[in-house]
């Protein structure tokens, strides 16, 4: 008999409280999972949508954190079209509304120069993009005309104001395909913002290869823009979206809650192992009677609960994935949640899981390994 | 009495050397200045009424405790010199006990096993040898049955099949046949008897009766802690009048 | 021996179990009543706030996702005004402003001297004075704010790049209100360039039609008509004070993730429980059946074993509670909450948690006492 038989042997001699053991620890880990995968989600979106747009920089007015409140001049992108080594400069104002009879509270609304090469980024499926003219016209994601029922050429209600549909589109991201896209003279309008927009993402020619040199010109790009005016900041698209209000919050969110969960999971295995032990006692006088070392004995119990972490880890992830399957198709949630969490973060679960498992069991190990033999075994 | 196969020049395998047991909290003294020398292959019964301290005195050359004073030399090495207890008593001593003490989840050659998980034996090679083990005791046929599909005589078989697991030097046995009838009481002891003389294994057994000792080579009476005389009239001590 | 004692001597003795038993519930329990009771708190301060005031109805801008972004005329002030049912108008612009000192962004709200919504603020006692109009550049301090900070009356304040300069210091029955500061909004207007803009309108309605149904009803209506001089809507809405802040975004966030993991927390602590009570009757299966064998019926056994569960959960609740009472206002004194956590539960919030702990107590007890109690008594009785 092979000593993780034993271990194992131990664990099915009662199914019951392994059983439950494991489903509490698993519920631990489908929050850890779920939360932190969906808040990790949330960054890559944007991260991919940035990316694959090239861009390098984004522009905005610095100080108030509530970032859709700040505005900058339009016709400032001349300015900073004259800067060396800019390639593009597309500003854009931006906007949440919310269709509240379909349950859609956070739906994303952009406004764009009808010639702005942002708006080409996406692939229309039906209909087109707008003009000049195209007043009180929008495009929408695929996922948002799904949400709100509606198709080409559909009207909808945004700002009291009925738009007209005149194109459907599909795009990397799960938050674009649930957004808005118009004229961003409408929005100005709409938003009482005239001229102003919510910032510029700027595109360089500058290689992204870390070299010295390049890092330099970038540096000198973001000095030169920053100059231009006062409260003027360009940062990096990486930088930018950790710093965005939303994603900050999600994943101030989902780490609170993880650590509550894992606390209490922790309890839970240490409340677990420590009866397991205990009833236990007599058992362990007679292994060390026989021989066994403490080691021996510790590396039982803790064999034991890294088993159980295991467990509830692998249920765990599953029932994360899922829920985030779940999620990604309820109409509510479908354009924030993408349905996928990226295999590191069940990585870190795992050794969340085991983690847990063994911070719940040192004591318990260490008690029952120090038992004195003849005590041990005549107990009841 | 047995055939003696004592042999006098034979070394010393276990010194006792004015060893006393005192618990604090009791303020008991379980064993006062006890003074033994064990030789190799001998087969020594230790006898005395319930509370003389012979189960201390067996945990005590079992190496389950520590004397309080005194010191119990061990082929000549004192214990207290010793840094790796269990591992010492996982090589060199096996038990016995009154209640058999197998794990109850485990089968009987799985149970054998058990003291092995020390030794440099690998997974198969245990469970050849617990076989072995097993026939040996003639339980070989019962080999995957639970303790508690065994009977009691069953059960003690099977435990000292497991105390010889390791190859010890000395087999110590508390009270073995305590919780057995007369029956297979008779069948552990002539397994002693057989390990005796085929093995030549040093045998110690804790008993109240004189029916258990008389089996053994030697008898060494205990009363309230202290080495003493036989007595007088020890009928008392018979089970079987 | 009454039945009860019998349970707590049932209890008491295998203290190290109970005791870890307790100890589980009493933790899920504590993160359950420490999360809704700040949850409760915040949505408490933010609606203490608007009604301290008298505030009966806000006029905001309808169908936004978020009213941060929100920019409506001032001028549609007097329009509001003109409603018979409506006595007072006060306009008022938000926005969320970071400092170093507290990590979240902290409320700056920008009144106009002399109207209902600034008079209403209790400036603390030889800490300056209430903003009048010629404070330009002038900033009030919430009291939490101010020792936060560290800045007293006469002190300077940077607010988005622009100095201002501190005339008070106040101090409300909202701990929201007190992790805020308060500037004229004509200045608040200028530095976010909003000019002549606000994020929404306080509204007081005359004595005779505060919490009249209809006369809400009417203003609601109205103000949804509001056009502008071209005849377009301005799409406005008039919430309710109640509605209002049951709306808002961050009342809605906080309820959320407290019942999110409340709701966790408690899963986690029931299964515990369950397991902790199943393996306790399987233990004492020979002793039930004991009971049993001298007469008692299994009602009495079901009843004994639910009683246990129930006394242990009803432990850990009252360990965790007082667990989350000292850990809520150790949390509300931190810089970093800035008058976002209640030094206080709500007893609602502390009901709820025994509820929820008879709850877990009832999942960790039902099942073992039903098994536990159909036992047949020689079956119990033969089990080693």
Redesign the interface.
């Known amino acids: 008999m092979q000593f993780s038989a034993f271990i194992w042997r131990n664990l099915l001699r009662r199914p019951v409280r392994s059983g439950l053991t494991i489903v509490g620890l698993s519920v631990a880990v489908a929050a850890v999972v779920a939360l932190v995968g969906i808040s990790d989600g949330f960054s890559r979106q944007y991260q991919e949508l940035y990316d694959h747009r090239g861009v390098d920089l984004v522009v905005q007015k610095v100080g108030s954190s509530a970032e859709l409140n700040n505005s900058l001049p339009e016709d400032l992108a001349e300015s900073i079209r004259k800067i060396p080594h800019v390639k593009e400069c597309n500003g854009g104002l931006m906007d949440v509304v919310s269709f509240p009879e379909r349950d859609l509270l956070a739906v994303i609304i952009n406004g764009w120069p009808a010639d702005s090469p942002l708006f080409r980024d996406r692939t229309m499926l039906s209909g087109r993009f707008p003009t000049a003219d195209d007043h009180h016209k929008v495009i929408i994601g695929e996922q948002l005309a799904a949400n709100l029922g509606k198709k080409l050429h559909d009207t909808i209600r945004i700002y009291d104001t009925d738009v007209e549909i005149i194109g459907i589109f599909r795009s990397v991201s799960v938050f674009e395909n649930g957004s808005i896209g118009t004229l961003i003279s409408d929005m100005q309008d709409y938003m009482n913002r005239p001229h102003q927009v919510t910032g510029f993402v700027i595109r360089t020619d500058i290689p992204k290869d870390g070299a010295p040199e390049h890092r330099a010109q970038m540096d000198e790009v973001k000095t030169q823009i920053e100059a231009l005016g006062e409260g003027i900041a360009a940062t990096a698209s990486t930088d930018f979206i950790e710093n965005v209000g939303l994603i900050k919050l999600t994943k101030a969110v989902a780490w609170v809650t993880s650590a509550i969960a894992l606390v209490i999971g922790a309890i839970g295995m240490l409340n677990t192992m420590v009866m397991s032990v205990y009833e236990r006692v007599r058992e362990i006088g007679t292994l060390r009677a026989m021989g066994w070392r403490k080691t021996r004995v510790m590396s039982m119990i803790l064999g034991e609960s890294v088993l159980l972490s295991f467990g509830g880890a692998v249920i765990g992830s599953a029932a994360a994935l899922l829920l985030t399957r779940f999620l990604s198709r309820m109409p509510m949630t479908s354009e924030l949640i993408e349905g996928k969490i990226a295999p590191v973060i069940f990585v870190e679960g795992f050794l969340l899981a085991l983690l847990v498992g063994f911070a719940g069991a040192l004591y318990p190990a260490f008690w029952g390994a120090n038992l004195q033999p003849i005590e041990a075994m005549r107990k009841k | 009495m047995n055939d003696s196969y004592y042999d006098p020049s034979a070394p010393s395998l276990v010194r006792v050397d004015r060893v006393s047991r005192t618990y604090p909290d009791g303020g008991v003294t379980a064993l006062q200045d006890v003074s033994l020398e064990i030789r190799r292959g001998e087969y020594l019964a230790i006898m005395g009424p319930s509370g003389s301290g012979k189960s201390t005195l067996l945990n005590l050359l079992g190496t389950l405790d520590r004397p309080t004073t005194g010191e119990i030399y061990f082929e000549e090495q004192p214990l207290s010199a010793l840094r790796d207890l269990d591992r010492f008593r996982s090589q060199k001593i096996g038990f016995v006990f009154q209640s058999f003490y197998l794990l109850p989840t485990l089968t009987a050659v799985e149970n054998v096993q058990i003291p092995m998980f020390e030794g440099p034996l690998g997974a198969s090679a245990r469970a050849k040898r617990a076989a072995m083990l097993l026939e040996s005791v003639n339980m070989n046929h019962r080999a995957k049955h639970l303790p508690m599909q065994l009977s009691v005589g069953e059960r003690q078989r099977v435990a000292i099949a497991r105390a010889l697991a390791n190859e010890p030097q000395m087999l110590l046995a508390d009270e073995p046949t305590g919780n057995l009838d007369s029956r297979s009481g008779a069948g552990v002891l002539d397994l002693f008897d057989q390990l005796h003389r085929e093995r030549g294994m040093t045998l110690v057994v804790i008993t109240h009766s004189l029916e258990v000792a008389e089996r053994a080579e030697r008898i060494t009476w205990i009363r309230d802690g202290r080495l003493v005389e036989q007595p007088a009239d020890t009928t008392h001590y018979r089970e079987h009048l | 021996m009454q039945f009860i004692s019998f349970i707590a001597k049932n209890v008491l003795r295998r203290k190290?179990?109970s005791a870890?038993?307790g100890?589980?519930v009493a933790?899920?329990i504590a993160?359950v009543v420490a999360?809704l009771g700040v949850s409760r708190g915040f949505e408490e301060s933010s609606r203490s706030m608007l009604k301290d005031r008298g505030v009966d109805i806000v006029v905001i801008r309808?169908?936004?996702?978020?009213q941060?972004?929100a920019?409506?005329?001032e001028s549609i002030g007097q329009k509001i005004a003109a409603l018979p049912e409506v006595d007072k108008v006060a306009p008022v612009l938000i926005?969320?402003?970071?400092f170093q000192e507290t990590t979240v962004?902290v409320p700056v709200t920008g009144y106009s001297p002399g109207s209902f919504a600034i008079e209403n603020l209790h400036i603390l006692p030889e800490n300056g004075h209430n903003l009048t109009a010629g404070d330009k550049d002038g900033v009030m301090l919430g009291a939490i704010l101010s020792r936060n900070l560290g800045k007293k009356v006469g002190d300077k304040v940077t607010i988005?790049?622009r100095p201002f300069s501190v005339v008070g210091v106040f101090q409300g029955k909202s701990m929201v209100e007190n992790g805020g500061a308060v500037a004229r909004l004509i200045d608040l207007q200028k530095l976010?360039?909003r000019v002549a803009?606000v994020s929404e309108f306080q509204v007081v309605l005359k004595g005779e039609f505060k919490e009249n149904e209809d006369a809400l009803k009417r203003v609601q209506d109205r103000v949804k008509t509001f056009t502008d001089p071209s005849g377009?809507?301005?799409?406005l809405e008039a919430q309710t004070t109640e509605d209002y802040v049951n709306k808002s975004n961050e009342v809605r966030?906080s309820q959320a993730?407290a019942w999110?993991?409340s709701a966790?927390?408690l899963?986690?602590?029931a299964?515990?429980m369950?397991?902790?009570m199943?393996?306790s009757v399987l233990?004492r299966t020979q002793e039930i059946g004991i009971l049993r064998a001298i007469g008692w019926r299994k009602i009495r056994v079901m009843r004994m074993i639910l009683w246990e569960s129930f006394a242990l959960s009803l432990a850990g609740a009252a360990v965790g509670t007082l667990a989350a009472l000292v850990l809520t206002r150790a949390l509300s004194r931190l810089p970093a909450a800035n008058g976002l956590v209640e030094p206080s539960v709500s007893p609602t919030v502390i009901g709820i948690g025994f509820l929820m702990s008879l709850l877990v107590g009832l999942i960790g007890g039902a099942y073992p006492a039903f098994r536990g109690a159909s036992l047949a008594p020689t079956e119990a009785l033969r089990y080693?």
């Open positions: 190290v179990r870890l038993t100890v589980g933790v899920a993160a999360l309808g169908g936004l996702g978020q941060n972004t920019r409506i005329d926005d969320r402003v970071k962004p988005e790049a976010m360039d803009q377009k809507p301005y799409g966030l993730m999110m993991t966790i927390a899963i986690i602590g299964v515990g369950l397991n902790t199943i393996m233990e080693e």
